[in-house]
């Protein structure tokens, strides 16, 4: 099973600045099978990036996804108040062993 | 657009079992995948395991094997998570989830569409 690591567990910023989230898997992940998703309080999970860089339907281009093998990123450029937000990264190509991180907690400083 | 609509909360006790169901309306249900994701209250998203309904063959997760079954019913485009020997710490919200595209095997997709939530909590 991939284990994803999630770092930091917790990110202060304000308004307008930039996010930098980092999900590393403790072995490769191939094809870049890499997705993030956004969860606020009380809502189901939301799909922002798809394939390590691609960004789901109607999702601001504020958020990039970059990275392969077993080092991933998700880039907030500037943070909009309704940013602040769980994320977590997700692979997807080792099923049936697909494998959540553990989350980054992005709140207001 | 499809939307994925689960039932209602629940409270079980340990030892029992607890279904929960997943319609979808508004388009294609029987060749999208449709997994079931699990988090605990607090704590992070854990992948249970999804089924193709055209196909009727479930994947799951080591840590659920022999505990879950995942079944789906076309006619109604309803997918089901029935989950065994329940206790204390099967406390937590279930969600449905559909493939982003479809595949050939659940679990290899990411998830576009999700329901909103079923809480099922198990106490004594």
């Known amino acids: 099973e991939i284990v994803l690591t999630q770092s930091p567990g917790t990110l202060s910023l304000s308004p307008g600045e930039r996010a930098t989230l980092s999900c590393r898997a403790s072995q490769s992940v191939s094809s870049s099978y890499l997705a993030w998703y956004q969860q606020k309080p009380g809502q189901a999970p939301r799909l922002l990036i798809y394939g390590a860089s691609s960004r789901a339907t109607g999702i601001p281009d504020r958020f990039s996804g970059s990275g392969s093998g077993t080092d991933f990123t998700l880039t907030i450029s500037r943070l909009e108040p309704e940013d602040f937000a769980v994320y977590y990264c997700q692979q997807y190509g080792s099923s049936p062993r697909l494998t959540f991180g553990g989350g980054t907690k992005v709140e207001i400083k | 657009q499809v939307q994925l609509v689960q039932s209602g909360a629940e409270v079980k006790k340990p030892g029992s079992s607890v279904k929960v169901s997943c319609k979808a309306s508004?388009?294609?249900?029987?060749?999208?995948?449709i997994s079931w994701v699990r988090q605990a209250p607090g704590q992070g998203l854990e992948w249970m395991g999804g089924?193709?309904?055209?196909?009727?063959?479930?994947n799951y997760a080591q840590k659920f094997q022999g505990r879950v079954t995942i079944t789906a019913d076309e006619s109604t485009s309803t997918a089901y998570m029935e989950l065994s020997s329940l206790r204390s710490e099967d406390t937590a919200v279930y969600y449905c989830?559909?493939?982003?595209?479809?595949?050939?095997?659940?679990?290899?997709?990411?998830?576009?569409?999700w329901g909103q939530g079923t809480m099922v909590t198990v106490s004594s």
């Open positions: 989830a559909r493939d982003q595209e479809q595949q050939l095997v659940p679990g290899s997709d990411a998830f576009d569409i």
């Open positions: 508004g388009g294609t249900f029987s060749s999208y995948a």
């Open positions: 089924i193709i309904p055209i196909f009727g063959t479930a």
